[in-house]
Structure formats: C-alpha cells, structure tokens
C-alpha cells in the first residue's frame, strides 16, 4: 500500500524556517518525481515545488522561489522541503504527493498533510 | 501566473448529471494535454479522479469523465450520488515559470 507521510509542520515566528519531511513507503521511490502543494485554511490547492526522481531537476512557484528548497534522499525514500523567511502568507496545510507521470502533473498518491502556521 | 477559472459551485439532483468547466490559457490547459482533476472532501486529502484530461486511474468509477476543448477543460459527473459532494480542482501544467497550476475550486452540492 502506498503511504506518504508527512511531519515537521509547527508554529513558527515570521521570519523565521522549518523543515518537512515526507516519508514514502508501498512503492520504488526513487521511480517518481514527487511535489509539494499547499492549503491555506479554507482556501484551494497551490503548488509549491517539485522535484524530479534522482533530484537533479527542481521547480518553485514564484511565491516560494528563492525561500523554499526541495530535496529528497533516495537512500532514505524521504522528501524535505526547507522553508526560510517564513510569512503569514505561507500559513497552510503542506502536502507532499507523488507524481504518476512526470511532468504531466497527475498527482496519484497524496500524504494527509502536515500543518505550518506562521504567527508572532 | 494566474490560478485556472472553475465556477464556484454547482449543484444537481442525485441520478443527474452536472459539469464542471475549468478555464485557462494557451500557455496552459490550451496548450498540453496534462489536465488533471482531484476531488476533495472537507477535512480529506485531495484524490485524483483524471488525468491527462480524459483517463481516470485504475479502479475509479466511470461516472467522472473529463474533455478539453481550447483553453477550457470540463469534469462530467453522471449518475450523481450524495458521496459526491466535495470540492473539486482542476490542474494543469503550465509553460511559465510556475510549472503546474490549480484551479479555483468547484462546491458540487447534491440537492
């Protein structure tokens, strides 16, 4: 059974980082790419990143770009995603999912998401 | 780049059928044909019922169906049943620097 599992979500001070992680198990890990898509409370879906099967392609929505890092270790068949200069507008439900086709999007498998809440 | 277009809500009758339209750019849903659709039920991860606009994963009832026509993608729900009540998102990659974009949102309500 595929399972993605996230955690590392918490309440953080503006400003200031945390780091999720995304526990995949059920399936090859390293055969998928595998994204990052947001829910802010009572909003819809946004994607932040992606990240391609050996890690060696990366992709950021504009929102996130240049605050935000995606990584994976294959070894471990874990995704992070390391979020710096955290704003109110970052507060949201974090999912990590798995990609059936690369590049096309199609998002098959999805962890139950781990909350960030970005507050004083 | 601007989130796709889907109507707030839409309503209908159990055993009636009701479609959701999605609405993009040539820059996305009119120029690939890697739309997807997810449905989501409050508190629920999303869960994907189409991709690649018209194939439904393994398992999934044949009452969703999706087509594209231009910059617009539209999600069919045949035969509709009280279990479909959720919010449901179209997606679609995009050719700008955010690579996939979502939709709005669509409520389907069942009356």
């Known amino acids: 059974e595929v399972q993605l599992v996230e955690s590392g979500g918490g309440v953080v001070r503006p400003g200031g980082s945390l780091r999720l992680s995304c526990a995949a198990s059920?399936?090859?890990?390293?055969?998928?790419?595998m994204t990052w898509v947001r829910q802010a409370p009572g909003q819809g879906l946004e994607w932040v990143s992606s990240i391609n099967w050996n890690g060696g392609s990366t992709a950021y929505a504009d929102s996130v770009k240049g605050r935000f890092t995606i990584s994976r270790d294959n070894a471990k068949n874990s995704l992070y995603l390391q979020m710096s200069s955290l704003g109110a507008e970052d507060t949201a439900l974090y999912y990590c999912a798995r990609e059936l086709d690369a590049g096309h999007g199609d998002f098959d498998y999805w962890g139950q998401g781990t909350l960030v809440t970005v507050s004083p | 780049q601007s989130a796709l277009t889907q109507p707030a809500s839409v309503s209908g009758s159990p055993g009636q059928s009701v479609t959701i339209s999605c609405t993009g750019t040539s820059s996305d849903v009119g120029g690939y044909d890697s739309v997807s659709w997810y449905q989501q039920h409050p508190g629920k991860a999303p869960k994907l019922i189409i991709y690649?606009?018209?194939n439904r994963p393994s398992g999934l009832s044949n009452r969703f169906s999706g087509s594209k026509s231009g910059n617009t993608a539209s999600l069919t729900i045949s035969g509709l049943q009280a279990d479909d009540e959720a919010n449901y998102y179209c997606s679609s990659y995009g050719s700008s620097s955010t690579v996939y974009v979502f939709g709005t949102g669509t409520k389907v309500t069942v009356l």
């Open positions: 690649d606009v018209n």
């Open positions: 059920g399936f090859t890990f390293h055969d998928y790419a």
